[in-house]
């Protein structure tokens, strides 16, 4: 009987014994120190181990909220997955790392991280192969990079991001504007001549002086022209005459504005683009 309740016994103690050795091998990060743990969720993230630099730095966050490591670990993940063309997630983690820390001192990094998210997102795979123009497609990002950007220009101005910022705003106000310019071609192009006239309007007051005002300006005589509103097409012909001098405008026996842009030799023919497939 006693040599029944040792194997017993043993049993039990051996059972016991795996199910500790177990519980250690499915946490190999019980006795890190808050250092150790960022230590190794960083060293996944230099050999591109995300999803177990994920864990760990989740671990961080758990064990040691709100402190200088779970709070960097944030805008490293950040990173990690903007490197991997992971936007999405990388705008996520810059969400988070905003809402918990509004006050941080690297929270300019965070929104720059975001905004170049924003810009990088959803690009067509060919469009920086071919030098594509961004403002022929859909803008919601970049409108959402440039609210980024104009943050960070006005909020942090002597932040080291500031320049790239204001300079990136200039790029992404010239394609919004590109943009609607595009629209109103293509209103303009299918006979909807007031909803081409429209569009014109709205760029030329929500991108005023924009590169692309002299075509809105052109777009919007012409879509005059086809209304019959001559007065309004001779009042833009001379806002279109006084910005810009290379420009003149006549009236033709049809009572139509006929603009002429003075710099270009009428007997040189433009050659067509390969790409030019008359779309704009």
Do not use: W
Not at 97 to 115: E, K, M, V
Not at 203 to 209: A, D, H, I, N
Request: glycine share 2%; aromatic share 16%.
């Amino acid at each position: 009987m006693r040599l029944l309740y040792l194997s017993f016994i043993c049993i039990l103690l051996s059972l016991t014994s795996c199910a500790f050795f177990d519980k250690a091998k499915l946490d190999p990060y019980s006795n890190m120190t808050e250092v150790e743990l960022y230590n190794q969720g960083s060293a996944f993230l230099a050999v591109a181990d995300i999803p177990q630099a994920v864990v760990v730095f989740q671990m961080l966050e758990a064990r040691y909220p709100f402190s200088t490591y779970a709070q960097q670990s944030i805008l490293d993940l950040a990173y990690a997955y903007y490197d991997f063309g992971q936007k999405d997630d990388t705008i996520a983690e810059c969400d988070r790392f905003i809402d918990l820390y509004p006050n941080h001192q690297s929270l300019d990094y965070a929104y720059y991280l975001r905004a170049l998210s924003n810009l990088e997102k959803e690009q067509p795979f060919f469009q920086e192969f071919l030098g594509q123009d961004v403002s022929k497609y859909d803008v919601t990002r970049l409108k959402k990079a440039y609210s980024d950007f104009l943050l960070i220009s006005n909020r942090f101005k002597g932040s080291k991001y500031a320049n790239d910022a204001e300079n990136r705003l200039v790029f992404l106000r010239n394609s919004m504007a590109n943009h609607e310019v595009y629209i109103a071609t293509y209103y303009l192009n299918r006979g909807a001549f007031i909803a081409s006239s429209e569009r014109a309007k709205y760029m030329l007051e929500t991108y005023p002086g924009a590169p692309a005002s002299k075509r809105a300006l052109i777009i919007l005589i012409e879509s005059y022209n086809k209304l019959g509103s001559i007065n309004l097409a001779i009042e833009t012909a001379k806002v279109l005459s006084t910005n810009y001098s290379n420009y003149s405008y006549t009236i033709d026996k049809n009572n139509l504005v006929v603009i002429k842009d003075n710099s270009i030799d009428d007997n040189v023919v433009e050659k067509s683009s390969f790409f030019d497939f008359g779309l704009f």
